[in-house]
């Protein structure tokens, strides 16, 4: 056999190459290949099954879509590391969401297309700008915050997912599009139509047979009356937000919010922005950042509850930092709470909602001396590593001091970044990611601030289930809480 190639997706001494078809991996039937074995609901567990049967790199097809399958916390950083230029995103995954009807945002955008929108997304997320819109997050929080609290007074379950999206689309509402849609306080639709969709491209993606095309089922037609509903939604805050820009010509100095943002960034001279563009990434603002937030909180608060030293801990360094009957968490407040950011991440590394992340080879090319063929789907799996004994002590125990500069004095602990990678890695790193860790930091600070948590659970007392949507989040977590002395 020929030694591999200096492209290499893994850099390191030459090995042997080995040929995708020799790969293993699960049995398939004839044309529909492994389509039939996967259980979309939990398809981040079967894979992450399949590579403790079959090893770090294995291969799965369906129909005539190639897979490659990794779980190797080298190789998978080493091909996010090598987009654009060798992977792109899953060209599936936009033609999906273009026939939905919506425009490609920066999430699935390829090409001359990703290079357009990046500069406009990441300038309407950096942190100096997500900080301007720290006054609109605090509206978000005192609201629920006056949800929670009627909970508490009345003794009543909090369906704790259901909340926390709520909290996160009138964050994302209000901080990014600069609309007050305030699902917190009534019963505004535009969740349950975001609740429909997200999950729906995860199906359409995995699927053998396009059938929609073909055939409209029951779900099929509600789901589009959702795409209607959510596309005339963002229709209306792109149309708002202009209104204001053309109203008040200095919000283009200083816009309010990081939809004004990314108009103004896209109406410059030279950005080539567009109003697709905009509207793209409205959408992907909206359907990811409400389950990605959401199902990460509903995930920690359960750790939390489930290892009482790490609650208590956290809750005394958010009311030292900030003591409960002081004013309002201020940024520099949010900054203090590193064992609060922490368990944060510590939560990431043991629930991470985006289990793996989808590549696609642009041409021929060889992985750590796999030959794969161009168009191949790569998976990266990002929890095997990152609960693995030979990266973490005690790895499926949750202990936020890995993530602590006090603790970290040798160089495996200080490595943790590079083997836990929820927001993945390279040019495509998570442009929300700031805006993500922030949501989270204020609506944990007011929760341990202002209560107590008597229980987080679900209604049977059961180990909460897994449920993969797209995004992996906990199914049916209750809590319950009492109001802080």
Known sequence: MERADPQSAVSGPPRLKLRYADLPGPKGVPFFGNAFQLDKDRLHQQLEGWAREFGPSFRVRIANRRMLILSDHKVVASVLRDRPERFRRPTR????????GFEDGLFFANDETWKRQRRMVMAALDPRHVKAYFKSLVTVV????????????????????SDLMRYTVDAIAGLAFGSDVNTL??????QQHLNRIFPAIARRVTAAVPYWRYVKLPADRQLERSVKEVKAAIERFIAEARTRLADDPERRKDPKNLLEAMIVAADQEGSEGRNGDIAGNVFMMLVAGEDTTANTLAWML???YLNPEALQRAQAEVRQVVPPGADDLTMEALDELVYVEACINETMRLKPVATFLPSQAIRDTVIDGIEVPADTLVLGLLRPDATDSRYFPEPMRFDPDRWLEKTAGTADAKSTTRVSMPFGAGSRLCPGRYLALLEMKMAIAMLLRRFSIDRVGTANGKPTRELFAFAMGPVGLRMELSESA
């Open 93 to 100: 995954h936009g033609q999906i969401v273009k026939e939905m």
């Open 185 to 190: 306080e009534t019963e505004d639709a535009i």
């Open 142 to 161: 005192t609201r629920l915050e006056g949800r929670w609290k009627k909970a508490a007074t009345g003794g009543a379950e909090i369906d704790l997912q």
């Open 302 to 304: 359960e750790l939390l």
